[in-house]
């Protein structure tokens, strides 16, 4: 299933319930870019805005761009114990 950045990003802020603004203050990145990336109206995202969302959302970057189907992250290391 081929789902959109945007669409996952949206899904799994809503997983989450973060609201727009308030991923926004978490991560640092405009209320507007957030928008505009869940409406697809933003399509040329830096690797630097897709870590802090998916830090920000405790998803994986692979989720987000849609190589990985499942939202959740996988734990590695000293994080995993």
Do not use: C, F, W
């Given at each position: 299933?081929n789902?959109?950045?945007g669409?996952r990003?949206?899904m799994?802020r809503?997983?989450r319930?973060?609201?727009q603004?308030?991923l926004a203050?978490m991560?640092?990145i405009?209320?507007a ?7 697809g ?8 805005t897709l870590?802090?969302?998916?830090n920000a ?10 190589l990985?189907?499942d939202?959740?992250r996988?734990l590695l290391?000293?994080?995993?114990a």
């Amino acid at each position: 299933m081929n789902i959109p950045l945007g669409d996952r990003l949206h899904m799994a802020r809503r997983k989450r319930r973060i609201s727009q603004t308030k991923l926004a203050e978490m991560t640092g990145i405009s209320n507007a870019n957030i928008s505009h990336i869940e409406t697809g109206q933003r399509t040329n995202i830096t690797v630097e805005t897709l870590l802090k969302l998916a830090n920000a959302l405790s998803v994986s970057v692979d989720y987000l761009l849609g190589l990985k189907e499942d939202m959740e992250r996988e734990l590695l290391g000293a994080e995993a114990a």
